[in-house]
């Protein structure tokens, strides 16, 4: 069975720091691996993906997520947030038949000014 | 603008009371899933269709019920048999079902006991 655990409730950041949101991933089989955003009340956005080739993948945003086969993980970076980054942010493996989406718990990005 | 609609915003249940939650999407899109959302739980599947007129149960299917009678519609029932209704209720679509294909996510409804 596939499973996500993302490491991190909550993480508190200043404006401008570098940040990296943990995303730890459980599979016996090829994975497809994504990140979504959600803003208060909202439904969640997609944020970036990886489904196969590059194993760093980017967003129109700044944000950048690495898939490590090895060390099972698909963390997300950005080099500098901003106020509007505050959010909470989904880690989640889909089911290559069925498209089903096992998501992590969550982790509330905080970016204070 | 091609979307997901889901509604109402806010539904409020009474004690053995059904209430069927909508949602409606305009992306042509053969796939729709419902996932419920509490409070640092993440998202997990109710039901999911891959095709009109088939749907499959997902993980916390008891107490919930759907229909897909048409592509663009996939309502959501909570029975009365559902005993903690309570939370923030998710309807997603993508193009083919597969694991490959992105899904889009509608704005919700919340759910609440009176």
């Known amino acids: 069975a596939q499973s996500v655990t993302q490491l991190d409730s909550q993480v508190p950041v200043f404006e401008e720091a570098p940040v990296e949101l943990r995303c730890n991933y459980s599979?016996?089989?090829?994975?497809?691996l994504f990140w979504y955003v959600q803003y208060p009340n909202q439904g969640l956005q997609l944020l970036l993906k990886?489904?196969?080739?590059?194993?760093l993948v980017e967003s129109i945003n700044g944000f950048e997520a690495e898939f490590n086969k090895s060390q099972t993980s698909f963390h997300l970076r950005k080099p500098s947030v901003h106020i509007s980054d505050t959010a909470e942010y989904f880690c989640?493996?889909?089911?290559?038949?069925?498209?089903?989406?096992?998501f992590g718990q969550g982790t509330t990005l905080q970016v204070k000014p | 603008d091609g979307g997901i609609t889901q509604s109402p915003k806010y539904l409020f249940r009474k004690e053995g009371q059904n209430v069927t939650l909508s949602c409606e999407q305009n992306?042509?899109?053969?796939?729709m899933y419902w996932y419920r959302q509490d409070p640092g739980q993440g998202l997990r599947l109710i039901y999911y269709?891959?095709?009109?007129?088939?749907?499959q149960k997902g993980d916390i299917a008891e107490g919930y019920s759907v229909s897909r009678e048409k592509k663009e519609s996939f309502p959501l029932t909570v029975t009365s048999a559902q005993k903690n209704p309570t939370a923030f209720y998710l309807c997603?679509?993508?193009?083919?079902?597969?694991?490959?294909?992105?899904?889009?996510f509608g704005d919700g409804t919340r759910l609440s006991i009176l």
């Open positions: 989640a493996v889909s089911e290559w038949n069925t498209g089903k989406l096992i």
């Open positions: 992306l042509n899109h053969d796939a």
């Open positions: 269709s891959q095709i009109v007129n088939d749907f």
């Open positions: 990886y489904l196969s080739g590059s194993t």
């Open positions: 997603a679509s993508s193009i083919g079902g597969t694991g490959n294909q992105p899904q889009h």
């Open positions: 599979s016996s089989v090829s994975v497809y």
